[in-house]
């Protein structure tokens, strides 16, 4: 399991408070303050990723020769290209260490 910080431990009170929500049947649930999605609601949606942008930091980098012609290759934006390519690189390394 992956380690999360910045949370206290649950104390003895809301581990069974937990335990008793865990056991509530879905049908004795009140979603009426929580409308299902319609389709126009899909429509309107949009990823978060769009929304939330990561703060960008300057740095200085030494890359081999070859890595950074490649990277200009694919034309203007290299340097955003090489941010995707590290990101998905990020990504795909925390789904395996989960």
Not at 21 to 30: F, G
Request: glycine fraction near 4%; hydrophobic fraction near 40%; charge should be positive.
């Amino acid at each position: 399991m992956k380690k999360v910080s910045g949370f206290s431990k649950l104390d003895e009170a809301a581990r069974k408070r937990l335990a008793a929500l865990s056991e509530v049947k879905n049908d004795a649930i009140d979603l009426s303050d929580v409308p299902e999605w319609t389709a126009e609601d899909f429509k309107k949606a949009v990823p978060f990723r769009s929304i939330w942008k990561p703060r960008k930091e300057q740095i200085t980098a030494r890359l081999d020769a070859d890595v950074l012609l490649w990277l200009k290759s694919h034309g203007k934006g290299y340097q955003t290209f090489m941010n995707e390519l590290l990101r998905k690189e990020m990504m795909e390394s925390q789904k395996k260490m989960a």
